[in-house]
């Protein structure tokens, strides 16, 4: 009997499937599709389906749909819109064995505009080496998005980005070790389904966000948060404005600067669960809600680069085997040495990096959807 064809759950690409086959394997984007019955006019169907999905999203990244997200200055810059091509999603090694490490890096820059940031595609790279080089992730398994990628589909637009974070937990497992890093500007907006204790949704704005609106926390919670299962972790590291809560994670550790802390619970009256299947999300963002975070030269000299990014890769290559307390203090000590020079990553920037050599408000914190004692338990990726 002859084989028939499938159509890639991950990228829509037709595939040859033997005869007897439960799944079948994309050979441009790996992704593990499972093989429904033999009836041909249901695969028929499905095909013309999804290359009329295709289609539309294609006209609607092309036209610019209007969004009700908006950045909330009225002077924020509007940047690029980059329509989405027809093709097959770029070629990404997924691992298939338990244990697998998976990182999604985000740095956008907002090239040509008032508001550039000149940080975040450094963050990225010096990411990325920190954890090939010093934490044994696969290259393969590591998906970069900024704007000085060739491939449109690496582009960190509102829809790529999202693409990403639903292939970073594709398929998680027990004893997986997932990464989100993101680099680039954050903002705010009022809560309107009540989840929000003070009020505000954290948004993160990807390079199309005055287009296509931002990426509001309530989505990055349900894509990457909830769907984590019993044994798997996921660490995010979050170098934006108002991002203290980003992930929306049930707890939020309260550290004052003498290093003590307790718990504050994030849960909402509303009901909405935003913890996990089991396992273990962890955040580390760049400064609290109603904080703005720096982009700056002051680490190095001349690159620049996120000041959490930095701090955070500093700390933890220079003291193997730390708490998460340790961290995070090490992370707020290197940020409150290095307040000149910082150029912060918001559109009141002119305004307010006059003031820097007065104070710097940005302090890094620690959610978690668990309790735990952040002097004991050691950092792990």
């Known amino acids: 009997m002859a084989g028939r064809r499938e159509t890639c759950s991950w990228c829509g690409l037709q595939l040859l499937v033997p005869p007897e ?4 394997q994309c050979a441009a984007c790996q992704a593990i599709t ?4 033999n009836d041909a006019w249901v695969q028929v169907h499905d095909s013309i389906c999804h290359a009329a999905n295709r289609f539309k999203s294609l006209v609607n990244s092309a036209v610019g749909a209007a969004s009700g997200n908006r950045y909330p200055a009225s002077n924020a810059p509007v940047y690029g819109h980059y329509p989405q091509p027809p093709g097959p999603a770029p070629p990404l090694t997924l691992p298939s064995s338990h ?7 985000c740095g956008v820059s907002y090239n040509g505009h008032g508001n550039k940031l000149k940080g975040s595609v450094n963050d990225v790279r010096c990411m990325r080496y920190f954890l090939v080089e010093k934490l044994g992730f696969p290259g393969d398994s590591i ?11 690496r ?51 990807p390079v199309d966000y005055r287009t296509e609106g931002m990426i509001v926390d309530d989505e990055i919670n349900a894509i990457i948060v909830r769907p984590l299962p019993h044994g798997a972790k996921l660490h995010a590291i979050v170098d934006a404005c108002y991002s203290g809560t ?30 996990t299947r089991g396992g273990l999300a962890i955040s580390f963002s760049a400064c609290d809600d109603h904080q703005t975070s720096a982009d700056t030269t002051a680490f190095t000299s001349k690159v620049a680069t996120g000041a959490l990014t930095y701090s955070f890769i500093q700390a933890v290559q220079n003291e193997p085997g730390l ?7 090490s992370m707020r000590y290197a940020i409150r040495e290095a307040k000149t020079g910082i150029r912060l990553k918001g559109p009141i920037a002119s305004l307010v990096n006059r003031l820097l050599c007065a104070e710097l408000s940005q302090e890094p914190q620690l959610s978690s959807s668990e309790k735990f004692d952040i002097y004991t338990k050691q950092f792990l990726l």
């Open 246 to 275: 980003m992930l929306d994670l049930p707890f939020l550790c309260r550290m004052n600067r003498e290093g003590s802390y307790a718990w504050e619970d994030q849960r909402c009256m509303s009901g909405v669960y935003k913890g």
């Open 21 to 24: 086959a439960q799944t079948v």
């Open 99 to 105: 244990g697998r490490k998976r990182a999604l890096l």
């Open 323 to 329: 708490t998460y307390g340790r961290l995070l203090n």
């Open 34 to 37: 499972p093989v429904r019955p």
């Open 143 to 153: 998906l970069i998005l900024t704007e000085e990628e060739t491939d449109s589909f």
């Open 155 to 205: 582009i960190p637009t509102k829809h790529n980005i999202r693409m990403g974070l639903r292939w970073l937990v594709q398929g998680v497992q027990s004893g997986d070790s997932l990464v989100f890093h993101f680099s680039g500007h954050g903002s705010r907006q009022r809560d309107h389904n009540m989840d929000e204790i003070d009020g505000y949704d954290e948004t993160l704005c």
